[in-house]
Every structure is written in C-alpha cells, then in structure tokens.
C-alpha cells in the first residue's frame, strides 16, 4: 500500500470533471491551459472505483454500478453517487444500462454538450475520446507482495 | 470423452509431483471455460437487456450474468495458480484444443452431463445445477468408477496437492513459493474485474499456500456453495486482515451459483411480470415471448456459405477467440512493478493496456454481436436444412483459426458485414471498437 496519496494534476483543481473534452470553460482541464470550454486534455479528479468520488460529477463509469447509475458519466448529483474510475480510457463502454457496449467517454461528451447547451455557452472540440488504454493512473500501479501478504481470513477459517 | 485430451487426471490418486498438479489445473481450467459459453448463451437468449427495473428478466438475468463472471474469476484464479508454480508457459485459452466443441459432456464428470449451448429454458437450467450440484446431493458411486461426482470434490483433490507439495515431505517437487512472490506474480491477472451481479472476491495474487489454497476455496464455494452450507455464504469469502470490516457475522451474503440457478427455476429470480394481477404466473423462463427461440449448438456448418448471417456466426467466433488469445497476451506480458516512491500521475504499461481492452472487447464487441445474433431470425436462404419453425441465430464460441493478425482479420470481417448489418458501425458500434483494440502479431499459427 501507498504511504500517501499521489499528487493530482493540479494541487487544488479549479474544476471536477473526469476526462478530457470535458471543462466547462478555458483554463479549467488539468494542465490549466486550455484555450476554451470543451477542449481540456485530462481529468482534474483520479479515483479508482464505484462509489469512490469524492464530490458530485466524479463518477467514470462502464463497468460496475446499476443501470440508471452508469448512464450518467461525470454527471453525478451528490458524491459517492458515481461508477468507476477516473479518468476514463478510450475503449471503456458500459456493461450495463440502455447504452450497455457503447462508449462511456461520448455519453460523458454528450452530457457534457448538453449542459453547455442549456447554459448557452460555447465550447470547443475535445483532443480525443478518453485517454489511451495503456496510461495506466497511478492508483492502478503494483507493488511486488511482500512475505505475509494476502494471508487474509477466509470464510473456511471461520467454520473451522 | 472430453475434446481435452490432457484430461487424463485420476481422481482417487492423489497429487504427488507439480506436474501432477498442473495437469489437474488444466483440466479445472478446462471445466471451467467450458462453462462460461453455455451460460452466457442462456443469458443471451433473454430478449429484456435489463436496463430498467421494469424490464422483463431483470432478475434472472442478471444473475446469469454475475455466474458467469464469476466463472472467468475461476478460471483466472486456476490459471494463476499455473503461473504461480512455474507452469505458466504450458498453457493457452487459444488453443483447438482447449476450447470447449459443443455439444461435449462435462470433462471427467460421472456420471456423463452433456453440455449444449442452448436457450435458457427449465432443462437447461437444470443442466446448470447439475454443474454446480454440491456434493452429497448424489449418493457416492464406486470409487473405481469415478473420476468426479462433483466440482468441490475435484478442487479439494487439488487443494490437498496444494498442501502437500508446498509442505518439506515433496522434497524437490516442493513448490517455490519464493519464486511467485519475487517474480511470478507479475505475470498472473489481477487488476480489471468487476461483478456488480456478483460476489466481491476478486482474482487473488497467488504468492503462498495460503493465497493458493483461498483461491481454490472461492472457486468451490462460488459454485456449489461451501461443504457445510450449500447455500448462502459470507461475502467476501476471504477478507484481508487489514480490510477486515464488517465482519462476517454482519457482512452481505451471497448465494453460491447452484442456489442461484435454483432460484431462477422456481421463478424466485424471474422473467419479468411473474404473476398478474389475477395472480396467473404470466412468464417462466420456457415462454418465448421473452426466449427468443435460438439455435441449439449453432455451429457455422448448418449454415449455407451464402448466408450473411453465418459471415456474422463466424465474426462472433473470431471475436471469441481473439478475446482468448489476448488473454494469453496478458499473461505473457508481466506486470509492471512500481517502486513506492512513484509519484507520477501516470505511466505508459503495455500490459496495463491489454486489460482495459480484454474488458473492453468483451462488453462492446462480443456482447453487441452476440445480441445482433440471437435478435437475426434464420430462413430457408440461411439455413441447409429449413426451419420448421421460427428459429434465430445465435453465438456459436467454435475455435476459429486465423488467416492474418487477429485485428486486421477482425476489422476486414466487420466491414464486410456492414452491407448486411449496418448496425455493427456507426460512430459508436462495433466496428469503432474493433479499431481500438491491440494488435496481436506474436499469435501462434
């Protein structure tokens, strides 16, 4: 296990969003250099599983969480209320819902699109579809086992 | 007979040599795929997709699909067992001879349960439990008759080998338990698995006895339930020391696959609207308003060459096989280890990205194309013999050899097929999928 958490892109993010493609206005993806809304390269927030955001929209989803849950990526209304990593890679698609085996990342752009069309505000196209399917996050990075590890107590031991 | 000539395991003998042990692990993996497609086609075969909870079929099916994760999570703690024991390198899933040829009966299981790929219906569930029939439910037959009864009498054949030869009375055939701490664990699967229908054991590092024989357990006790039990079982079934809340007395409870399939027979995990409001059972899972009526065993050759719908059985192969194939590439690819010290956002790993599309591939090219499948009725242009009645197509998880690169192979097949089925392309369909999978260029030929 890690001692301390791995640095974020940006210490204190200005903006939450999970991928690229998705900031809300110029400056606000995780290199801070964006020249508008729609076109940040990366996510502002890292978490590793359902369940795990720490704010609303954090959710990544695709491949756990119910139905109505993974349809709504990066569109979560309260924290803990999110499916599955961030930031979302490429070939992500959801294993459950309406759009079961479809992108996760163009339902995320498409909700995205959609709120900056009822905000009435401009945006830009994204620089790709999620990030590349062998960036791996840090908080996916292995350590060798050491003596000892994974001895965990099993149901079995209990019954004995 | 099973196709799988290896299977020649004996089970009153006991395990004395890591060759032994390994023999017997690729007979379990064996089992264990030959699962995985009859009871996804089962799944396949319910029209509801589940994605409401009015939907028709929501409860049986998602159940069938949690079993059936859960029998990869089995196959993936056997095989990295394999690993663990420095026998890694004798094992393929993309192998003729591996993958499972249906109809076949269950490998060494007596007496003989023929496995089909067919609709879900009651007699298919009941093959199904049949599978995953905990021991005592049968009385015992001769020894000298028997290879297996049942799945947990074969593990534990295999959990009593583990002991043995990891105790000092195996001598040199003791196993190096240092050797899959220190370097072999790289090379087992272990990040990217999920089962929201499921328990939440995942693929266990196989480093020790210990780690060896709690994968073994969760195979068992996952399927048939535990030898005291037989039914409902704490989950996790093995819970880290350091995460060890709740405890199990107050944790979540999970059913093992045979109560599962129980359920489902009594219609307690039903087929949509399971009584009116007259209290009329409306759907079981025989009604083929919600079944669709697909092919038993279809295999591509009772289809004529013409048919555009075999093009598509044999793209569901390809599939299925590439899906295989790239899990050998996994295994073959170690993973990377980071020193605790890494503080990088993140890293470029190869491996990494084999894993993101071994998920990938699954949920958005072979389910899509399993779907299109079932969903395709079949005529008398289609089929050599014509239907009698309305059938449809359906998966057919035969071993496909490939001409070229798996990708490239995969690729000219679904444009192909466009003409056909322009469902498979668009900006978010299968054919955009297939286009970010990785090249396979090191498959044997």
Redesign the interface.
Known sequence: ???EP????QEVPRELHVCMGLNSCAGLDASGNAPMAGTGTCATV?HVC?GEGSCRGQGGCG?????YEQFHPGEQDCRYNGS?ASPI??????????L????VW?QARRLFEARMYAAGKAFGPAPGQG????????Y?????????????????D??E | MTAFSSFAVEADQDIATIQDLADHLKAAAHVELSTIPIYLYATYSIKTRGYSQWAAGASAQRLMTGIAIEEMLHLTNVRNLLVAIGKGAEFRCYDQQFIPKYPEPMAGRVPELMLHLRRLSTDQIDIFRGIEEPEGVRPPMPAAVRPYLSLGEFYRRIEKGIRFLSSEAAKDERIDWDQARENLWKYQYHRGYWNQNGGSDGPRLIVSEDTALQAMEVIVDQGEGAWDDHGYLPDPIVRDPANAYPPPEIGKQQASHYTKFSDIKKGLNGIGVVVDDNGVQKFTIDSKEVIWPVLDDPGIDLLKDTSPVRDLMVLSNAVYCYVLALLDAIYEAPMAAAPPTDKDAFTKDRRYGLERAFIAVMQGVLYPVADLLVRTPLTADDLKTPPQDLVHAGPPFQFHQFAKEPKTELVERCTALLAHFPELGGDDGVQRQIGLLPALPDLPR
């Open positions: 296990m890690r001692d791995a640095p974020l892109p890292f359902h491949y756990a969480g119910t139905d599955c890679n490429e070939s992500r698609v959801f294993s459950a819902g309406p079961k085996g479809k992108s163009k990030i590349p399917d062998d960036r791996m996050p840090h996916d990075y292995m350590q060798q086992p050491q003596e000892g590890q994974g001895h965990g107590r099993s149901a079995r209990d019954r």
